[in-house]
């Protein structure tokens, strides 16, 4: 069997994979081998992508992905929805040390923490059939550590880059430039767009799932709150968060949203899952579109050129107009509430790091608390809050 080229990982999506797995073409070791040197290629080195923060042992990978090529030979009937699939997860979802992955968040301090158990959606990819390859750079703390920090950035893993970008990032064009890979899921979707995985898992208080995906040229989904549980991950606010997935094709997003829930929502779903909805019409859907001149980023955080308004705004009444001709119904302009109107009590986040400090941090860790963060911080300023901070 083959082992993909270059060329493939940035092209392949898992509904393909599976395919030339049944052919012969492909195989589940063979993928996982090459996306291991594709990581040290470019992620560190190379292109310099910075997207995985921490690797997955090799020896693990390519021993789970051979029992993996061994059960499909053997033609198991109850393979996962997942079976094989390299997943990439942000470095915000607890993982056990079993797995040999740090839990930070991107944050020195964090990484003193011992974490005592996978976060609930971690132990559902495992049994979906998921590879974990590795987790992912973010926005450190998810992008709550302070003001005026930037996407993808964390003291632990740097700055993770667009692939889609040559350079750096031009922060003169507003914190979300076009060169900003966007965040505070940056890595996951790099990983993903880069050929480093083929799903990507992020969590999303306010845009941090769908914002880095779509500047990857991914799709993905930020899920209903509370279909899939938070536990386990770092939170912004309880009343927000959630776990979401991000793939280079529907049918991966929709088979890793379901590989996501608990077996009594699953239980709801019709045969087929959510994949039997890929096949859907747009007949009688209403589809809301706001007016793009009402909701564009404030100039802080991105200053358009006219050219860049433009495309975006025929982009934008083309999909309105193609929507319409597929069946549905449009309605334009949907009035929504603004960012202003809506309130987010700030002890949300502090009761949320708790959750997670409780709920999975080792009681023997030093690191038990926000006040023992921050304390951190100042005694490790040089490193936890550099001057470009």
Same mark, same amino acid.
Request: aromatic residues 6%; negative net charge.
């Given at each position: 069997?083959?082992?993909?080229?270059?060329?493939? +990982? +940035?092209? +392949?999506?898992?509904?393909?994979?599976?395919?030339?797995?049944?052919?012969?073409?492909?195989?589940?070791?063979?993928?996982?081998?090459? =996306?291991?040197?594709?990581?040290?290629?470019?992620?560190?080195?190379?292109?310099?992508?910075?997207? &995985?923060?921490?690797?997955?042992?090799?020896? $693990?990978? &390519?021993?789970?992905?051979?029992?993996?090529?061994?059960?499909?030979?053997?033609?198991?009937?109850?393979?996962?929805?997942?079976?094989? =699939?390299?997943? $990439?997860?942000?470095?915000?979802?607890?993982?056990?040390?079993?797995?040999?992955? @740090?839990?930070?968040?991107?944050?020195?301090?964090?990484?003193?923490? @011992? =974490?005592?158990?996978?976060?609930?959606?971690?132990?559902?990819?495992?049994?979906?059939?998921?590879?974990?390859?590795?987790?992912?750079?973010?926005?450190?703390?998810?992008?709550?550590?302070?003001?005026?920090?930037?996407?993808?950035?964390?003291?632990?893993?740097?700055?993770?880059?667009?692939?889609?970008?040559?350079?750096?990032?031009?922060?003169?064009?507003?914190?979300?430039?076009?060169?900003?890979?966007?965040?505070?899921?940056?890595?996951?979707?790099?990983?993903?767009?880069?050929?480093?995985? +083929?799903?990507?898992?992020?969590?999303?208080?306010?845009?941090?799932?769908?914002?880095?995906?779509?500047?990857?040229?991914?799709?993905?989904?930020?899920?209903?709150?509370?279909?899939?549980?938070?536990?386990?991950?770092?939170? &912004?606010?309880?009343?927000?968060?959630?776990?979401?997935?991000?793939?280079?094709?529907?049918?991966?997003?929709?088979?890793?949203?379901?590989?996501?829930?608990?077996?009594?929502?699953?239980?709801?779903?019709?045969?087929?899952?959510?994949?039997?909805?890929?096949?859907?019409?747009?007949?009688?859907?209403?589809?809301?579109?706001?007016?793009?001149?009402?909701?564009?980023?404030?100039?802080?955080?991105?200053?358009?050129?006219?050219?860049?308004?433009?495309?975006?705004?025929?982009?934008?009444?083309?999909?309105?107009?193609?929507?319409?001709?597929?069946?549905?119904?449009?309605?334009?302009?949907?009035?929504?509430?603004?960012? @202003?109107?809506?309130? $987010?009590?700030?002890?949300?986040?502090?009761?949320?790091?708790?959750?997670?400090?409780?709920?999975?941090?080792?009681? @023997?860790?030093?690191?038990?608390?926000?006040?023992? &963060?921050?304390?951190?911080?100042?005694?490790?300023?040089?490193?936890?809050?550099?001057?470009?901070?």
């Amino acid at each position: 069997m083959a082992t993909p080229s270059t060329q493939e +990982l +940035l092209a +392949l999506d898992a509904g393909e994979f599976r395919i030339r797995i049944e052919n012969g073409e492909l195989s589940i070791a063979g993928l996982i081998s090459a =996306i291991i040197q594709h990581v040290k290629q470019q992620n560190k080195d190379g292109l310099r992508l910075r997207a &995985v923060l921490y690797p997955a042992p090799e020896d $693990v990978l &390519v021993e789970q992905a051979k029992q993996q090529d061994a059960q499909h030979r053997e033609g198991r009937a109850a393979l996962g929805l997942l079976h094989g =699939i390299p997943v $990439v997860l942000k470095d915000c979802i607890a993982t056990a040390p079993a797995l040999g992955m @740090k839990t930070s968040a991107g944050s020195y301090a964090l990484q003193e923490a @011992k =974490i005592a158990a996978n976060a609930p959606i971690v132990e559902r990819l495992l049994a979906a059939g998921a590879i974990i390859i590795g987790k992912s750079n973010l926005s450190e703390f998810c992008a709550y550590k302070g003001e005026g920090l930037i996407d993808g950035y964390s003291p632990v893993g740097g700055q993770t880059k667009s692939p889609y970008i040559r350079g750096d990032i031009n922060l003169d064009e507003g914190d979300l430039s076009p060169s900003s890979p966007g965040g505070s899921s940056t890595g996951s979707a790099v990983s993903v767009s880069a050929g480093f995985s +083929l799903v990507g898992i992020g969590t999303e208080n306010d845009g941090s799932i769908v914002q880095p995906a779509s500047r990857q040229a991914l799709f993905a989904l930020k899920p209903t709150l509370g279909l899939i549980t938070a536990e386990g991950c770092w939170r &912004v606010a309880a009343s927000c968060d959630t776990p979401g997935a991000m793939a280079r094709s529907v049918r991966d997003v929709a088979l890793a949203t379901e590989a996501m829930l608990d077996e009594s929502t699953r239980a709801k779903l019709p045969e087929g899952g959510y994949g039997s909805f890929l096949n859907a019409s747009f007949d009688g859907m209403r589809i809301g579109f706001v007016d793009p001149a009402l909701w564009r980023f404030p100039p802080d955080l991105w200053v358009p050129s006219d050219d860049a308004k433009e495309q975006h705004d025929k982009a934008y009444r083309s999909a309105m107009k193609r929507v319409e001709e597929l069946g549905a119904k449009v309605v334009y302009p949907v009035s929504l509430p603004s960012y @202003k109107e809506l309130e $987010v009590n700030a002890f949300e986040n502090v009761q949320a790091a708790q959750d997670f400090f409780d709920g999975y941090v080792d009681a @023997k860790s030093k690191i038990r608390s926000l006040a023992d &963060v921050i304390q951190y911080n100042k005694d490790h300023a040089d490193q936890s809050l550099p001057k470009s901070e």
